[in-house]
T-cell receptor, first 112, second 109 residues
Framework: NAGVTQTPKFRVLKTGQSMTLLCAQDMNHEYMYWYRQDPGMGLRLIHYSVGEGTTAKGEVPDGYNVSRLKKQNFLLGLESAAPSQTSVYFC???????????FGPGTRLTVL | LAKTTQPISMDSYEGQEVNITCSHNNIATNDYITWYQQFPSQGPRFIIQ?????VTNEVASLFIPADRKSSTLSLPRVSLSDTAVYYCLSLDSNYQLIWGAGTKLIIKP
């Protein structure tokens, strides 16, 4: 089992460009999450999903959109990137809301 | 507003026992408290999870009092490789995820 994988690992964008980050899990988990982690800081929840076809806002959703068309995939989109979105993005999945979360390796995004 | 508080940083020495405590206000009455470990440039990984009293696994123990307003992660006989950031996670009364800000643990030889 690969667990949770994230694509790409690194990306550099110019202000105003758009991109999509892909998260995939092979554990048949219902819940999936997108977090951002700024240097030296903790995790902040962007959006999450409690099942295929559902999405919900987390603590810092502005500037991001998500989709969960398939149970195993959770996509995070940036429509118009801003330097403030420079961060490391982590995806995670879990069986339920309070259950153990399994994290991907992260995507390091720089917006110039 | 639900909030979880944990120390920003701690230092200890190899072979010592380290205890890190999170304070949980407005915690959900019937869900788990979970602790994670994060090394630089990696995603957090699960250490231990409990509901109440004491839980022990091969790497740590977790103590949760009856009122569940705090939780203490105990790392026995730490080594240099335990240097990392440790996070606690719980659900608030609205079942929203509440992460602590993380405790940076530095183990010295």
């Amino acid at each position: 089992n690969a667990g949770v994988t994230q694509t790409p690992k690194f990306r550099v964008l110019k202000t105003g460009q758009s991109m999509t980050l892909l998260c995939a899990q092979d554990m048949n988990h219902e819940y999936m999450y997108w977090y951002r982690q700024d240097p030296g800081m903790g995790l902040r929840l962007i959006h999450y999903s409690v099942g295929e076809g559902t999405t919900a806002k987390g603590e810092v959703p502005d500037g991001y959109n998500v989709s969960r068309l398939k149970k195993q995939n959770f996509l995070l989109g940036l429509e118009s990137a801003a330097p403030s979105q420079t961060s490391v993005y982590f995806c995670a999945s879990s069986s339920g809301g309070g259950d153990t979360q399994y994290f991907g390796p992260g995507t390091r995004l720089t917006v110039l | 507003l639900a909030k979880t508080t944990q120390p920003i940083s701690m230092d200890s020495y190899e072979g010592q026992e380290v205890n890190i405590t999170c304070s949980h206000n407005n915690i959900a009455t019937n869900d788990y408290i979970t602790w994670y470990q994060q090394f630089p440039s990696q995603g957090p990984r699960f250490i231990i999870q409990g509901y109440k009293t004491k839980v022990t696994n091969e790497v740590a123990s977790l103590f949760i009092p009856a009122d569940r307003k705090s939780s203490t992660l105990s790392l026995p006989r730490v080594s240099l490789s335990d240097t990392a950031v440790y996070y606690c996670l719980s659900l608030d009364s609205n079942y929203q995820l509440i992460w602590g800000a993380g405790t940076k643990l530095i183990i010295k030889p």
